[in-house]
Nanobody, 126 residues
Framework: QVQLVESGGGLVQPGGSLRLSCAAS????????MNWYRQAPGEERDVVAS???????NYADSVKGRFTISRDNAKNTVYLQMNSLKPEDTAVYYC????????????????????WGQGTQVTVSS
């Protein structure tokens, strides 16, 4: 059973910084892509940043130059450093692990799947 647990959300003033973390646990052999999404009230869930196993990154235009995604493959952990935060960054942030190769005890075999964290609230307000 693969689980993703996020941490680091909270309330911050405009211009401030936060660092989100997401740790994947379970019998994991590898994780291809790790992503951060966010969803504001009444809006769709959109991708914010992505990082491959090799470290290549991609960002939404709205966060380029302010957010930095990184990962520690040995710890199966992805981070999102958020600087110069704006009120429009307020949302629930979700971690996603894409194409996870893991051992399923129930099936007695390796399986590939996609997994989501439970989300962490980020509020940018004065």
């Amino acid at each position: 059973q693969v689980q993703l647990v996020e941490s680091g959300g909270g309330l911050v003033q405009p211009g401030g910084s936060l660092r989100l973390s997401c740790a994947a646990s379970g019998s994991i052999f590898s994780i291809d892509m790790m992503n951060w999404y966010r969803q504001a009230p009444g809006e769709e869930r959109d991708v914010v940043a992505s990082i491959t196993k090799g470290g290549s990154t991609n960002y939404a235009d709205s966060v380029k130059g302010r957010f930095t995604i990184s990962r520690d493959n040995a710890k199966n952990t992805v981070y999102l450093q958020m600087n110069s935060l704006k009120p429009e960054d307020t949302a629930v942030y979700y971690c996603n692990a894409d194409r996870v190769l893991a051992f399923s005890a129930a099936l007695g075999a390796r399986v590939v799947g996609d997994y989501w964290g439970q989300g962490t609230q980020v509020t940018v307000s004065s």
